[in-house]
């Protein structure tokens, strides 16, 4: 069974369409499982200084994975290991290998140095975090965390490998593994370590996302080894890799941002946030993510090979879906923002002030997901093209717009009354605690907003094809996500008439038949209009079934 179990998680996906469904079912399943980690800290801790400290604890990892780990990022090393396989494969495995013993070495003393200074690091960014009672237990979590960036660093380098053997179920899945290992830290190293139980259930996941990648490389003769790394090749792939740093970096800036704002509003600010975001994260990983990891293997072969008409098909096809179904998930999420909070964080200490609240902060955070999934697709085309400053310039952008957003409307939000009211009572949180975070959130979409719009706009510059092959999804996708979600809308309208919303099963059992009958008038609007990509769906989905019923 075991060994069955692996040959299907390393089996080879070739189709675009396929492999991208084939890594949102896994990714799904990550985030589902991200969701369950996310409601049992809410069940535990409500929206307290725990968890707001427990997030903020991330921060100076992530800064260090964002502008270490990524100097030998996955999507220059695609290429190179690619090029390099093809003269021999010893040099696609000591380019494996110096990578790996850059990030031990460097990546692994920079976090021997931040665990060393991390009370003085931290007094810096979270003065506000200086005064309180488990500011010793902060430190300590966060000395613990700062193992994380090692891990993920050292698992980003040998799925390079797992990509280029296009074994996408098996990358979906490390997602699964990681947070099988924070959930385990959650439920039972908490109890027995504290605070620090939660940093090594975050440690084990990071292990468990590296472990799983390990047996496909062996296999493919890529094994890394000990060796004196060739400090000429590094220096090209660092070169080469520093523009994606810089721009995961401007990503990785705005979360620590957001937490430093939010640091000093209300208490429970920053889990709010968090919450919010990660709930907003399910949709794009499935939709965006899927598309983009599943693209960017192709897309490298495609340019090197110089099929500049197949290279600009394969992103608009890929585009062109990715956006039908952002569209559908920017309006329903909205609509069914409640719901969702409630179903998925509403137990133990989680207040119905804090689903209202991250309701709101969720559906603000929705209105963004299109440019945020078109983000992740372009820049991964443009680093398949070997053009590293373009998402650069992109991204850095996109988190000028929203820190300075972020700035500005908290400014606004604190200083002019009729704006905080006209919000407030646009996302429906008139007298809830704490509405400041929302001004926070709407900079943040802002800014990526902009960044997608600039994303299309000089892609679709270059290659005009590409314009011409998505822009008819916009308005097409728009005008059937809204109808449905109108569908959706009037469905809890008349439901919420006949059922009282007491239980858990209830708001579950309504948000279930308002977003299924949404989804039934979103792709039934689309079935009318002739779209191409609902024409596409239809033609995978009776391929799918046709094979099905002549294997059996």
């Given at each position: ?141 966060t000395r613990i965390l700062l193992i994380q960036p090692v891990l993920l660093g050292i698992s980003s380098v040998i799925s390079s490998v797992t990509q280029l053997e296009r074994r996408f179920l098996l990358y979906a899945l490390s997602g699964v593994f990681y947070n099988v290992g924070i959930i385990f830290g959650i439920l039972v190293l908490e ?50 890799s520093f523009p994606r740093s810089l721009a995961l970096s401007a990503h990785i800036l705005i979360g620590v941002a957001v937490t430093i704002l939010a640091a000093n509003l209300s208490e429970g600010s920053i889990t709010i946030f968090n919450f919010a975001y990660n709930l907003e994260s399910v949709p794009l990983a499935l939709i965006g993510a ?142 809830v605690p704490g509405t400041e975070i929302i001004s926070i959130a709407l900079g943040v979409s802002i800014g990526q907003v902009f960044a997608g719009l600039l994303a299309f706009v000089l892609f679709a510059r270059q290659h005009p094809v590409f314009r011409r092959a998505v822009l008819p999804v916009f308005f097409q996708s728009f005008s059937a ?72």
């Amino acid at each position: 069974m075991v060994t069955s179990f692996f040959r299907i998680i390393r089996k080879e996906v070739a189709n675009l369409h396929a492999a991208a469904y084939t890594v949102a079912i896994f990714t799904l399943l990550a985030q589902l499982l991200a969701l369950l980690r996310d409601r049992v800290l809410a069940h535990s801790f409500g929206t307290g200084e725990f968890l707001d400290l427990y997030y903020a604890a991330f921060k100076l990892p992530d800064i260090l994975f964002a502008l270490i780990a990524s100097l030998v990022s996955a999507y220059i090393l695609i290429p190179l290991i690619a090029r390099a396989g093809e003269e021999s494969k010893m040099k696609a495995r000591e380019l494996l290998s110096d990578a790996i013993i850059f990030l031990s070495i460097v990546l692994g003393g920079a976090a021997v140095v931040s665990a060393i200074f991390a009370p003085q690091i931290l007094s810096v960014l979270y003065p506000s975090f200086t005064g309180s009672e488990l500011f010793a237990e902060f430190v300590l979590l966060t000395r613990i965390l700062l193992i994380q960036p090692v891990l993920l660093g050292i698992s980003s380098v040998i799925s390079s490998v797992t990509q280029l053997e296009r074994r996408f179920l098996l990358y979906a899945l490390s997602g699964v593994f990681y947070n099988v290992g924070i959930i385990f830290g959650i439920l039972v190293l908490e109890p027995i370590f504290g605070i620090a139980g939660l940093g090594y259930g975050v440690v084990l996941g990071a292990f468990l996302h590296m472990a799983l990648h390990i047996p496909v490389v062996v296999a493919s003769g890529l094994a890394p080894y000990i060796k004196v790394p060739d400090i000429a090749r590094l220096k090209s792939v660092v070169l080469h890799s520093f523009p994606r740093s810089l721009a995961l970096s401007a990503h990785i800036l705005i979360g620590v941002a957001v937490t430093i704002l939010a640091a000093n509003l209300s208490e429970g600010s920053i889990t709010i946030f968090n919450f919010a975001y990660n709930l907003e994260s399910v949709p794009l990983a499935l939709i965006g993510a899927s598309y983009a990891v599943v693209a960017f293997p192709t897309l490298a072969t495609l340019h090197a090979a110089n099929d500049v008409t197949m290279f600009v098909k394969r992103v608009s096809d890929a585009a062109r879906h990715l956006v039908l179904w952002s569209m559908f998930a920017l309006v329903i999420f909205i609509v069914l923002r409640a719901h969702l909070v409630r179903v998925v964080f509403g137990t133990g200490e989680f207040t119905w002030n804090d689903t209202r609240l991250t309701a709101a902060v969720l559906a603000i955070l929705m209105v963004s997901i299109v440019g945020q999934a078109l983000v992740l697709l372009i820049a991964r085309a443009y680093y398949a093209a070997g053009k590293t400053f373009t998402p650069l310039i992109i991204q850095g952008l996109g988190a000028f717009i929203s820190i300075g957003g972020a700035i500005v409307l908290l400014y606004v939000h604190e200083q002019v009354p009729a704006y905080a009211y006209f919000m407030e009572s646009l996302l429906r949180i008139s007298f809830v605690p704490g509405t400041e975070i929302i001004s926070i959130a709407l900079g943040v979409s802002i800014g990526q907003v902009f960044a997608g719009l600039l994303a299309f706009v000089l892609f679709a510059r270059q290659h005009p094809v590409f314009r011409r092959a998505v822009l008819p999804v916009f308005f097409q996708s728009f005008s059937a996500a809204i109808i449905g979600g109108a569908t959706a809308y009037s469905t809890l309208t008349l439901l919420g008439g006949i059922f009282a919303l007491t239980s858990l099963t209830a708001v579950l059992a309504q948000g279930v038949l308002a977003g299924t009958l949404g989804l039934i008038v979103f792709l039934f609007v689309l079935w009318g209009l002739s779209n191409r990509e609902f024409q596409e769906i239809q033609a995978g989905m009776a391929g799918f079934l046709q094979k099905k019923s002549q294997s059996s």
